[in-house]
């Protein structure tokens, strides 16, 4: 997460966008050259192509320490250095009259998608830095969740970026806060969302929904992949030592998950009620589990079995 006066933020927001923009220009510029079978710089075939284009010198040489601290713009440089590779081939083919090798055109689109997927997860967390945070666990505040969800959403539905939400909720933190205080309970909480940041993609974002409850938006994933990612960070969180009581005695707790696809075709708020509905039903099933949201389940006689005081804190 950037930590930057908005002064700073608002800069560095800026210069993405023109470097963004130099990237899709690029990009564009070798579309009508295989596509025209136009001539073309024999430098761009050089194995150096990639630091000399004006993304690539932006990347390599003015880029600001800011944004190079952040984890994925090592992804951005690497995938961009992949770009030039693979376009450097394209172009050699269409130089030379051959057919253009179906692989590595879906490999550079492929790559595209990812770059700007890395682009984008940098201008959204500017914007979330310049944006009010959750003051006690730092995870961003539920103000944020709807426009940033709306966003993945719109992308969703444009078939570019699909997305999964999960709701995380702590599994008898009223334990804790009963015993030891509520000071206590905020320590746990402030590590479970360092835990989730440390261990999630840079992308990848959590948001305090309320009280214990957190959602996460995964984007790029599909549901099976965000089960297996939720899996990790359940079974990881359960062996974390979270905080220490007043004894000194280590804290361990568990949080259950319930998962659900940022459907498409039906509002964002219906997903968020699908994944809360999962939520429900493995705090139901027993806590410190991972379920997904399925209509025959969570909608129908499965869940409706339980009483409001099984699924209680």
């Avoid at 600001?64 to 770009?83: C, D, G, K, W, Y």
């Avoid at 479970?192 to 009280?211: M, N, Q």
């Avoid at 998950?257 to 999962?278: C, H, M, N, W, Y």
């Avoid at 705090?283 to 409706?304: E, F, S, Y």
């Amino acid at each position: 997460m950037f930590k930057a006066e908005p002064t700073v933020l608002r800069r560095l927001r800026k210069q993405l966008q023109q470097a963004t923009q130099e990237h899709s220009s690029w990009h564009d510029s070798v579309i009508r050259k295989i596509v025209c079978r136009l001539s073309f710089d024999p430098a761009e075939l050089e194995s150096d192509a990639h630091r000399h284009c004006r993304f690539g010198h932006w990347c390599h040489e003015q880029a600001p320490n800011e944004l190079r601290e952040q984890p994925t713009f090592a992804e951005i440089v690497e995938e961009h250095r992949l770009q030039h590779r693979i376009a450097a081939r394209l172009l050699e083919q269409a130089a030379s009259q051959l057919p253009i090798d179906v692989k590595d055109y879906d490999a550079w689109a492929e790559g595209n998608v990812r770059l700007h997927l890395a682009l984008d997860t940098l201008r959204h967390e500017i914007q979330g830095a310049l944006r009010s945070t959750d003051a006690l666990t730092g995870a961003y505040g539920r103000v944020e969740m709807l426009p940033e969800l709306r966003e993945w959403h719109e992308l969703s539905r444009r078939n570019v970026q699909r997305c999964c939400v999960a709701f995380m909720d702590m599994d008898n933190l009223k334990i804790v806060n009963d015993s030891h205080g509520h000071a206590l309970g905020d320590q746990v909480l402030a590590a479970v969302v360092h835990y989730l940041t440390e261990d999630l993609r840079p992308y990848d974002k959590v948001f305090r929904y309320g009280g214990d409850e957190f959602l996460i938006s995964l984007p790029g994933v599909d549901l099976a992949l965000a089960q297996k990612i939720m899996q990790r960070i359940r079974e990881g969180l359960g062996g974390t030592r979270l905080a220490d009581g007043p004894n000194g005695e280590p804290i361990y707790m568990t949080a259950s998950f319930g998962i659900a696809t940022l459907d498409p075709d039906v509002p964002v708020e219906e997903s968020i009620d699908r994944a809360d509905k999962a939520l429900l039903l493995a705090k139901a099933a027993g806590r410190n589990r991972v379920m997904t949201w399925d209509p025959a389940v969570t909608t129908g006689t499965m869940l409706q079995r339980y009483l409001p005081e099984d699924v209680a804190e």
